[in-house]
């Protein structure tokens, strides 16, 4: 969801730089993958599932990453002082009394990102977990089989050879 509420800001005016835009625009076109993997999930397809599991695990440590890098952004720009800044912190000492501090407003936000990132990382779990119950149960139910697409169109035998790929990857992972 952080892509369509970043892409917002395009709405508000705040600028961002290429780094930012690129991750709200592949947050976004991701999130339609999650949910048709979400859609299936009461009747499950090993095809499908694996690609969205493998995409959502590509995703998290991706996510990792650019947490890491927009964290180390902020902090150097905390420690800068340009005259913007100096501007800002002007305005914040004479609003200082109507808001929370610095430290607590450092806390919140780390705190936020770290509780974040531990629940995406659960459900990255959660998700291998039930792949490797779908592997398992491959073995004794038809309807969990891997299975090669038979239809002509080209966008289809791309995604089911996608679809096992990321299967096989994802064996040789759990």
């Known amino acids: 969801m952080c892509g369509v509420y970043g892409l917002l ?5 705040h600028p961002i730089d290429a780094v930012q ?3 709200y625009l592949s947050s976004t076109a991701i999130m339609v993958l999650y949910i ?24 998290t440590v991706v996510g ?14 905390q420690d800068d002082g340009s005259t913007a800044q100096l501007v800002a912190r002007a ?12 430290a607590y407003e450092l806390f919140v936000t780390v705190a936020l990102t770290l509780v974040t990132s531990i629940l995406r990382l ?5 998700m291998l977990s039930f792949f490797k ?3 398992l149960a491959s073995k004794f139910d038809a ?13 289809s035998q791309l995604v089911a050879k996608l679809q096992i790929q990321s299967c096989k990857l994802l064996n040789k992972i759990v």
């Open 9 to 13: 800001s395009f709405l508000t005016g």
């Open 21 to 23: 835009w690129l991750y």
């Open 36 to 59: 048709q993997g979400y859609r299936k999930v009461q009747n499950p397809n090993i095809n499908l599932f694996s690609l969205v599991t493998f995409v959502y695990l590509i995703d």
């Open 64 to 77: 990792f990453l650019y947490t890491a890098y927009f964290a180390q952004q902020w902090f150097t720009e």
């Open 91 to 102: 305005v914040t000492e004479e609003l200082s009394s109507q808001s929370a501090s610095e």
């Open 122 to 126: 659960y459900f990255t779990l959660i």
């Open 133 to 135: 119950e779908m592997r």
């Open 143 to 155: 309807r969990f089989r891997i299975t090669t697409s038979t239809s002509s169109s080209q966008w």
